[in-house]
């Protein structure tokens, strides 16, 4: 089964509304690469899985867009709007030194933005994938981006997205899933454009 991910407009900013659509993208996904719609349960952490299928999804939502990871490996994604408000605070708090220094390298306070949504929706794939919560956030691999590429010391395959003013990443358990991954979308969506992948294992230098 191809790897896929899938691209659909909420039309809202609503949670329940946005977690509705993705429902709705998971089952257009469904149909298209699996041919039924297999029985999903509830992990006690809190991760939707299929009960008894063997492929693995995942969703995420940001403002106008849903995004659903699919796959036979295991697969997490997420996607937030670059201009998203937040506190660069919280990098102090919970991200690793190298993190920090990648943040401060920035040139002027929208790049350091950008730089912190790029290392959150990494981190936020990552601990998906793994079917941890937000907690977790500090026993995350420490990622950063130099050109193309994601330094990051871990055994599974990320890839970085950037358009129509939003960053989303995807992380893979396999390679072959994250490198063969196809992009869907399902109605008149923005361009995005593959900003970085990462080689397993490769350290920060």
Request: contains cysteine; aromatic residues 8%; hydrophobic residues 35%.
């Amino acid at each position: 089964m191809e790897s896929r991910l899938g691209i659909l407009s909420s039309e809202s900013h609503i949670y329940k509304e946005q977690h509705t659509k993705g429902l709705e993208l998971l089952s257009l996904m469904e149909e298209e690469l699996i041919g039924s719609h297999p029985e999903r349960h509830i992990t006690q952490a809190g991760r939707p899985e299929y009960t008894d299928c063997n492929v693995d999804f995942n969703i995420s939502h940001a403002k106008n867009l849903v995004i659903c990871t699919m796959s036979e490996g295991k697969t997490g994604c997420d996607i937030e709007r670059s201009d998203r408000k937040v506190s660069i605070a919280i990098a102090e708090k919970f991200f690793h030194p190298e993190e920090k220094a990648f943040l401060e390298e920035a040139g002027n306070p929208q790049e350091k933005q950008r730089r912190f949504m790029m290392l959150w929706v990494l981190k936020e794939a990552h601990i998906k994938l793994l079917g941890t919560t937000v907690g977790a956030v500090r026993e995350t691999p420490s990622f950063s981006i130099s050109g193309s590429r994601i330094l990051c010391q871990s055994s599974l395959f990320y890839s970085m997205y950037e358009g129509g003013g939003y960053v989303m990443a995807t992380a893979f358990e396999r390679k072959t899933d994250r490198d063969n991954l196809i992009i869907k979308k399902y109605n008149d969506l923005p361009d995005f454009t593959l900003t970085a992948v990462n080689q397993a294992g490769e350290k920060i230098s």
